[in-house]
């Protein structure tokens, strides 16, 4: 068999290599830390480590920064990064896209944090604008439910309950019960960081920059590029409106 029958042969095996994101649609990349119940258990405070919350905003920032995405969001310990429909990189490639993307998250986590840490990688799909903000209005749903499960569970956990009591005493409460819960303990859910119950955005923003030109000895005005982080995101509409504008201003 010649050489070169030989390897096609071989990368025909390659099932999913051809596997491309939907031409013209929007992708967002979510990674999840693998294993973080019980990493972040070990190493950070709960229910809400301040450090632990900077080292995923650094993570989303490399990975916004290196696959040239419009937007990064982060809460718990995921993060979404959106790419618009003409980004074209490693040609839409579904498996180099999830796998580079997990790469970058796990290097930088683990080099900021100063021990191991993986992540996983998946693709979503839309077709509009329209869907992009449904997703992102879904995730930051499950920020706050998820800040409201945490801060209730780890709140009954240090005054004293089992994990299995801490979980029964929640399991089918509602949401005004949880929060009745809190406020028993001393504990205003509205009035908690909004990084925790909101997430955080980043995005690159143009600003003007005043500066002097010696040679021409006049006042000049240059647009430059800077990294937005907002640990205060607005909710609901007021949130849509704002990711609908990082979502299509031109880069």
Same mark, same amino acid.
């Given at each position: 068999?010649? +050489? +070169?029958?030989?390897?096609?042969?071989?990368?025909?095996?390659?099932?999913f290599?051809?596997?491309r994101v939907l031409p013209g649609a929007w992708t967002v990349l979510r990674l999840d830390g693998r294993g973080f119940t019980r990493f972040t258990e070990e190493h950070f405070d709960k229910p809400f480590d301040p450090r632990f919350g900077e080292l995923m905003v650094d993570t989303a920032q490399a990975l916004l920064t290196?696959?040239?995405?419009r937007y990064a969001y982060t809460e718990s310990d995921e993060i979404s990064v959106l790419l618009a429909p003409d980004h074209g990189?490693?040609?839409? *490639?579904?498996e180099k896209l999830v796998s580079i993307s997990a790469g970058i998250a796990s290097a930088e986590f683990s080099?900021?944090? *100063?021990?191991?840490?993986h992540f996983d990688s998946r693709i979503w799909l839309g077709v509009s604008v329209a869907d992009v903000l449904d997703y992102f209005s879904w995730?930051?749903? +499950?920020?706050a439910r998820c800040a409201l499960n945490g801060w209730c569970y780890?709140?009954?956990?240090q005054a004293g309950r089992s994990a299995r009591e801490a979980s029964q005493a929640l399991d089918g409460a509602s949401t005004s019960e949880k929060n009745e819960l809190l406020y028993q303990h001393g504990i205003n859910f509205a009035e908690l960081p909004a990084w925790q119950r909101r997430g955080v955005g980043l995005w690159w923003e143009n600003h003007q920059h005043s500066g002097h030109d010696p040679v021409r000895d006049t006042d000049v005005v240059t647009t430059r590029r800077r990294l937005r982080i907002d640990r205060e995101l607005p909710m609901k509409a007021d949130y849509?409106?704002?990711?609908?504008?990082?979502?299509t201003i031109r880069s």
């Open positions: 068999m010649r +050489d +070169d029958e030989f390897e096609s042969r071989q990368r025909a095996r390659e099932y290599h051809a596997l290196e696959l040239g995405a990189l490693f040609g839409g *490639g579904v080099r900021a944090a *100063g021990r191991s840490a995730r930051q749903s +499950d920020a780890w709140t009954l956990r849509r409106e704002l990711v609908e504008r990082i979502a």
